[in-house]
């Protein structure tokens, strides 16, 4: 029995063996193309996702990059507006304090003109107050006998207190 029993080990091992080997031929003319293909078209789908990857991480830096320079552009710029407003507004500033220390000198000039002129009709007016006195006293004198100089002196000094009164 138990050469039947290595017997039927055999011949079962054997058609195993051959079971084997048409089961790896048919595989491999229908099933091993079709499966290699598939994992092939699968590797040259992560390769194609890693280097999409690759250049997504690329486009990426050149992207912050180029926000940066922007970024650096743009405070450039307000910087420079900054320093240009300060500048209108101190010139502003400069170009006010000019024209009210201008405004301020013309204003002195006219009040020392009108000064001035007061000064003048004020002389003036007093000349001709002086004057009319003047001829007042003229005339007083005129009118009045003066047959000594002692009277015509004292005359004079009195209507002069007079003068000096008003």
Do not use: H
Not at 72 to 90: F, H, P, S
């Amino acid at each position: 029995m138990e050469k039947l029993i290595n017997q039927f080990e055999l011949g079962l091992f054997f058609w195993q063996v051959i079971i084997f080997v048409g089961l790896i031929l048919l595989l491999r003319k229908f099933a091993w193309k079709p499966i290699l293909d598939a994992v092939n078209q699968r590797e040259e789908g992560i390769k194609n996702a890693l280097q999409s990857a690759e250049n997504a991480r690329k486009e990426m830096q050149l992207l912050q990059a180029d926000n940066e320079r922007i970024l650096q552009e743009a405070r450039i710029e307000r910087d420079a507006l900054l320093k240009e407003a300060r500048e209108m507004r101190e010139k502003m500033i400069a170009d006010s304090k000019q024209d009210a220390q201008a405004e301020g000198a013309r204003m002195i000039e006219q009040a020392k003109s009108a000064i001035a002129a007061e000064k003048n009709a004020a002389m003036a007016e007093l000349k001709n107050q002086v004057s009319a006195l003047s001829i007042e006293i003229a005339e007083k004198l005129v009118k009045q006998e003066l047959t000594d100089k002692a009277a015509q002196t004292k005359l004079i000094e009195k209507l002069l207190t007079e003068v000096k009164a008003n």
